[in-house]
DNA sequence: GGCCAGGTCCAAT
DNA sequence: ATTGGACATGGC
């Protein structure tokens, strides 16, 4: 894979697609096999350049936020001592810029889940009603456009649960061209222009806006960041979310949103390798076995 | 086998 | 303006 290279300096490919933000990649060694609208690409990074075929320059450029000052975003935030562990653990790490209507989609099916079974859903969507991709030997599906998905009845068959409504409703707004006017809006307006979506409340604009509309001050407040803040910035003190996300941007201003990132791919990480790491117990259990034989 | 999940909505204070 | 429970499934 050499066809399109380009020089991408302060930048971690797997950090960033690992990262929660995004569902529609596979990885095969160091390289990864993604869709994003109607595209269909593989890229892997080596040192400092990224190769790439599907993917011209201009596409990584824009889906990968090469242009984000990224020096500038590290250093900012670097000044808050308490993001040093989380900044140190994922360098390179940015925010994407993903399709508006996959984002609202993949956030509304968020609700009360988890990555994985994210990631199936929406898998799941794309195989049922997505346009067939090409690349080569490789083959995929694009996401369903609005227009071309099922309806709640068809959703709820792929074991959408609760969430079947929302999107089914989710996709008449999006038709109407609800989400190309949120574009040309001001955050805060784009805000609560996206809560008008059934399933779309705070949490789940946030992430729209920072995932989809480079809204680099929304900051998404999940179970994760609750506990995060409330463990590193509270004592462990119960904060509600609104006053949570007063905090953020207090504190880290039109950068929130790369503070959230960091924070959430680092608390969760280190969260999901003490979880599989053996316990002590299991240690001293293994211990006494191998000495038993 | 339960608990709880990158929450949201609605009804009852 | 807050608060609690329902919501459909499935990871772990």
Redo the contacts with the bound molecule.
């Keep these: 894979m050499v066809p399109v290279s380009t020089y991408a300096p302060l930048f971690d490919l797997r950090h960033t697609l690992e990262?929660?933000?995004f569902f529609r990649w596979t990885r095969e060694g160091d390289a990864y096999t993604a869709v994003r609208g109607l595209r269909l690409f593989r890229v892997r990074q080596r040192g400092t350049t990224l190769e790439a075929q599907g993917a011209d320059a201009w596409f990584l450029q824009e889906f990968l936020s090469l242009d984000h000052d990224l020096a500038d975003v590290e250093r900012r935030l670097r000044r808050d001592r308490k993001l040093w562990e989380a900044l140190d653990f994922a360098p390179g790490l940015r925010l994407l810029r993903q399709d508006p209507w996959e984002c609202t989609a993949a956030?509304?099916l968020?609700?009360?889940?988890?990555?994985?079974?994210?990631t199936?859903n929406v898998a799941d969507l794309a195989r049922t009603w997505g346009s067939p991709l090409r690349l080569g030997g490789l083959a995929a599906h694009a996401f369903p456009r609005p227009g071309q998905i099922g309806d709640e009845a068809g959703l709820?068959r792929l074991?959408?649960?609760?969430?079947?409504?929302?999107l089914a409703q989710a996709e008449r707004l999006a038709s109407a061209g609800l989400l190309e006017e949120i574009a040309q809006l001001p955050t805060e307006e784009a805000r609560d222009a996206l809560?008008v979506?059934?399933?779309?409340?705070?949490?789940?604009?946030?992430?729209i806006l920072l995932?989809a509309y480079g809204r680099l001050e929304a900051f998404?407040?999940?179970?994760?960041?609750?506990r995060v803040l409330r463990e590193r910035f509270f004592r462990g003190r119960a904060v509600?979310?609104?006053a949570l996300r007063a905090f953020a941007t207090e504190r880290w201003g039109d950068l929130a949103g790369y503070a959230?990132?960091y924070l959430?791919?680092w608390s969760?990480s280190t969260a999901l390798a003490r979880?599989?790491a053996p316990s002590p117990a299991q240690l001293r259990g293994r211990r006494r076995c191998t000495t038993m034989y």
């Design positions: 990262s929660g933000q956030f509304i968020s609700i009360a889940s988890n990555i994985p079974r994210i199936g709820r074991r959408l649960g609760f969430r079947a409504k929302y809560m979506v059934p399933g779309v409340a705070e949490k789940v604009a946030d992430c995932f998404p407040v999940d179970t994760w960041i609750r509600p979310d609104r959230q990132q959430y791919h969760r979880r599989n």
